[in-house]
């Protein structure tokens, strides 16, 4: 499969585990109705599989914008949960992105990551351009913050010459 592909199984997976957790808050809500107010984020540099992905999940996607290094920045996600909280939405996925197709720009997960912790909003981390790069020890501090991510995609026949299409999705969380 492809890193369209490993985005769309992470935006379904975090529908459903949000569901699950909001019906717990809320026996006398409706899946249905929970779903309606479900919304999820990335910036206005990823790629437009993400945006895809948040359609065939039926998950309004929100792009936001980024800093003059085309960085998706806390405060910016930040500002976008409380102003979706405030008008009933729930918010459930955040994509960074480590390595934009047009920009190779790499998103704050330092600042990204506590955030998502703090409001239960499950992070997906869309590496497939430039995590093949995380394998060497020098390009590592691109990817700090990763500890905080629930999943990781990587497309290794991108940099690592196997062959077209190898997508490789890592789970850490467990539920």
């Not at 379904?12 to 929970?34: M, Q, Y």
Request: aromatic share 10%.
């Amino acid at each position: 499969g492809s890193a369209s592909e490993t985005t769309l199984v992470c935006l379904l997976a975090a529908k459903e585990e949000t569901t699950r957790r909001v019906k717990r808050s809320h026996p006398d809500w409706e899946e249905n109705f929970i779903k309606t107010k479900l919304v999820a984020y990335t910036s206005d540099q990823s790629n437009s599989s993400v945006e895809k992905g948040g359609m065939l999940a039926s998950i309004p996607m929100k792009l936001l914008a980024t800093d003059e290094k085309c960085v998706l920045r806390g405060d910016t996600l930040l500002k976008a949960i409380k102003a979706d909280l405030e008008k009933g939405l729930i918010p459930c996925c955040v994509v960074a992105t480590l390595g934009t197709t047009g920009t190779c720009a790499f998103d704050n997960l330092q600042e990204l990551g506590p955030i998502c912790n703090e409001y239960n909003i499950w992070l997906h981390v869309d590496a497939a351009y430039a995590g093949a790069a995380f394998i060497c020890p020098e390009y590592r501090y691109l990817m700090s913050g990763v500890e905080y991510c629930d999943s990781f995609n990587m497309n290794a026949h991108k940099w690592l010459l196997v062959n077209f299409d190898c997508s490789a999705l890592w789970y850490v969380r467990e539920k």
